[in-house]
């Protein structure tokens, strides 16, 4: 199968770096980001990422485009301001609806979660089909599907709301979490098979979802594709196409966490989608 065109790269923003590691920008309206973060850490040596997550304004799903794509770029502003130099927008509802705002807003390069996602999987995918889970805003977007189309894939999308609070509540790996996704993805299996389709490649739409792996991947044969793990890898070649990555002598990682409302619950939550404690979350505001 051909291969697909993944994200273009940028030279003109990213200058090499020998002495120390990229600093980089992640946001999303909440805590689900931080897995693509998590992803991140390893990946790049002696970055510094800055979080933003905009929980006083979420979820974003219930918003207008233009709403969201305004606290998008708002938050976008925040991270160049702490110094970002590349963005990762780790935020599904704003990868779909706001992307093309934010890039138009903001000097450095910006990455999305969806089309790193549905870009590794066309390069999983034999048949062509894909499945998507995702939240209702960012299937009603079809960003999925408008994405797939562009690399040769057909994508059936699925909202699947009973997840997110699930997560939240920490029921990873609880039987009632482990029915309902039983339940959605048995029916997303009949709803491909009466389209006359042959998946074998499922995208976790939701940067939630990567929490509910394992239980995913116990429920179907089909390949699983986490978008966290996706950008991480996609971020790594953006920065190492210009340069921008040193060796690992500069050192471990670094983090710094920003919210724009309850930090404790951020550090609570946050700890779980990280795999590691959060110490210090710093309040912003970034207005209505």
Not at 141 to 149: D, E, I, K, L, V
């Amino acid at each position: 199968m051909t291969e697909p065109s993944l994200p273009a790269v940028s030279s003109t923003t990213l200058e090499p770096r020998n002495t120390r590691g990229p600093r980089i920008g992640v946001f999303d309206s909440g805590f689900g980001g931080l897995t693509v973060l998590k992803a991140l850490l390893p990946s790049i040596p002696g970055a510094h990422y800055i979080y933003l997550g905009d929980t006083a304004r979420l979820p974003y799903g219930s918003k207008s485009q233009a709403t969201i794509a305004r606290y998008a770029v708002s938050s976008a502003r925040f991270l160049l301001e702490q110094g970002a130099e590349f963005l990762v927008i780790a935020c599904n509802t704003a990868s779909a609806l706001a992307i093309e705002d934010i890039r138009a807003a903001v000097p450095v390069p910006v990455l999305g979660v969806i089309e790193t996602g549905v870009s590794q999987a066309r390069l999983t995918s034999d048949s062509g089909d894909i499945l998507v889970i995702a939240t209702d805003a960012t299937v009603e977007s079809h960003a999925y599907s408008t994405a797939s189309r562009k690399v040769g894939l057909t994508a059936l999308e699925k909202a699947c709301p009973l997840l997110v609070p699930l997560v939240e509540e920490g029921w990873i790996d609880h039987p009632v979490t482990a029915e309902v996704v039983r339940i959605y993805l048995s029916g997303l299996a009949a709803e491909a098979s009466a389209a006359g389709l042959t998946p074998d490649t499922l995208v976790l739409g939701c940067t939630h979802y990567p929490l509910l792996r394992p239980v995913i991947e116990r429920t179907v044969r089909w390949s699983v594709i986490d978008a966290a793990e996706a950008t991480a890898l996609e971020v790594s070649r953006q920065l190492a196409f210009v340069g921008a990555v040193p060796n690992a002598s500069v050192g471990k990682a670094t983090s710094r966490f920003f919210a724009t409302d309850s930090v404790a619950k951020f550090r609570r939550l946050g700890a779980m989608f990280l795999g590691q404690p959060i110490e210090e979350v710093e309040l912003v505001d970034l207005g209505g």
